[in-house]
């Protein structure tokens, strides 16, 4: 098979990358790098089965032949972050939706399949009106906050990225798959753009404070990167998966409080654990979610997906690349010196 990934050279984008690579897929790898690495992609540089495209998915010249020429399409490019999100709104609502636009348009022109990647923000506030055992499922309601919020800009980008691909299927027989990533974390991930967890590491393992936005009560569900690049494949080879959404997450619930202590355990640390207002951090009027658990019984239903990482698997791995990254920093700068 040979796969396009847009946003390829981005955090899940480039472990999809590695996953169909090492099955034997050719893979096209479209980036305009505005997040994404060439870095992240830096193992295929030399592979045959791997064609880099620096570009912006708006632009339809560009993508034309590059979904022309291929399988199926992962569609993960999108403005992600919460901060980033913030800073340009506009640049976020753009992007998502135009940019799926041009993806589903050409994909019916040449009748290929496309996973669009969405987000659990599309939820919102959601688990509010939930009792506390219940969970996020797909055909469950979403409740968001005012328009006067950019907030909540994001997910209502890519909420309109799932309509939008869903009326595909219904009414031009497109086969799309929406895929929710709920929290997804792994090597290569940057805290630059608000991801708590590589943001904590980074502070644990340099003995700086490790901040916790409000009261740190609010709990999320982390999915490691490798168990979302599974469920991705597995149901881009599911018949029946076509024209539905699905959940992609764990369900180990942990308070962002927990989540600090733990890494700051597993990293042997020194870092004092700090409590910052939201209004500091993101500006006035910040809205977040107390909770956010993802119901996967739906995706256990049709691919037989259970997350094999554990939470603290994860912070595991993250602290592992962490001092990788380090010890060859330190190498180049030794070396430099010599």
């Not at 999809?16 to 893979?27: Q, S």
């Not at 959404?245 to 042997?268: C, M, P, Q, Y």
């Amino acid at each position: 098979m040979r796969y396009l990934i847009t946003g390829g050279a981005g955090f899940i984008g480039s472990h999809l990358a590695d996953y169909l690579v090492g099955k034997g897929h050719e893979v096209h790898i479209v980036d305009d790098l505005s997040t994404g690495s060439l870095e992240n992609i830096a193992a295929h540089v030399r592979n045959k089965r791997v064609d880099f495209t620096q570009a912006n998915i708006l632009d339809r010249e560009v993508m034309e032949p590059l979904v022309a020429n291929c399988d199926q399409v992962f569609h993960l490019a999108a403005v992600v972050g919460v901060k980033l999100i913030l800073e340009k709104p506009v640049h976020t609502i753009e992007t998502n939706v135009e940019g799926t636009q041009v993806i589903l348009k050409l994909a019916r022109e040449h009748n290929k399949k496309v996973l669009v990647a969405s987000t659990s923000e599309v939820y919102g506030k959601a688990m509010e009106n939930l009792h506390h055992s219940d969970q996020l499922s797909e055909d469950g309601d979403w409740t968001l906050g005012s328009t006067g919020k950019s907030r909540w800009a994001y997910a209502c980008s890519k909420a309109m990225d799932e309509f939008l691909a869903l009326a595909y299927y219904e009414e031009y027989g497109l086969p799309v798959i929406v895929a929710r990533f709920f929290n997804t974390v792994g090597p290569r991930q940057t805290g630059r753009y608000g991801m708590v967890i590589p943001n904590f590491v980074e502070s644990a393992t340099s003995n700086t404070p490790i901040r916790v936005f409000g009261d740190g009560n609010q709990s999320r569900c982390f999915t490691a990167v490798a168990d979302a690049v599974r469920a991705c494949v597995d149901l881009m080879s599911c018949d029946e998966a076509v024209g539905e959404v699905f959940n992609i997450g764990s369900v180990e619930e942990i308070t962002i409080n927990d989540l600090a202590k733990r890494v700051k355990e597993l990293a042997r640390s020194t870092s004092e654990i700090v409590h910052v207002p939201y209004e500091e951090a993101y500006g006035k009027g910040f809205e977040d979610m107390r909770r956010r658990t993802p119901d996967i019984s739906k995706l256990q239903r049709f691919i037989g997906y259970n997350p094999t990482y554990t939470t603290d698997d994860i912070i595991g791995e993250i602290l592992h690349y962490r001092h990788s990254r380090v010890g060859d920093a330190t190498r180049v700068e030794r070396a430099a010196v010599s």
